[in-house]
């Protein structure tokens, strides 16, 4: 079982930046393409970006394309989400997820995180 813990949420004003991260520990598959989620109120989950395990091929959600940045560090166990120029639409709770699949649309068949709120106030 694998255990995920985000951390680097918080309030920004639109325009800003934030950096997220994730750390990874317990039974990890060296194959997981890993990967991150959102959920604003009222709506259901939705994918946002995900990277796979060797870090050379990322995939993002048309709404985050060319603003936001998913990297990962496997020595530190660590996943990164790099959001930049958010805007007010961005605002929600940001999980982690551990075996993304790249299907239409994408889901997680792995662990989640418990969340991190993320709120662009405009």
């Known amino acids: 079982q694998v255990q995920l813990v985000e951390s680097g949420g918080g309030l920004v004003q639109a325009g800003g930046s934030l950096r997220l991260s994730c750390a990874i520990s317990?039974?990890?598959?060296?194959?997981?393409?890993m990967g991150w989620f959102r959920q604003a109120p009222g709506k259901s989950r939705e994918f946002v970006g995900a990277?796979?395990?060797?870090?050379?091929?990322?995939y993002y959600a048309g709404s985050v394309k060319g603003r936001f940045t998913i990297s990962r560090d496997n020595a530190k166990n660590t996943l990164y989400l790099q959001m930049n120029s958010l805007k007010p639409e961005d605002t929600a709770v940001y999980y982690c997820?551990?075996?993304?699949?790249?299907?239409?649309?994408?889901?997680?068949?792995?662990?989640w995180g418990q969340g991190t709120q993320v709120t662009v106030s405009s």
């Open positions: 990277i796979n395990w060797s870090g050379d091929s990322t």
């Open positions: 317990g039974r990890t598959l060296s194959s997981n393409t």
């Open positions: 997820a551990a075996r993304v699949v790249l299907i239409t649309p994408p889901r997680n068949f792995g662990s």
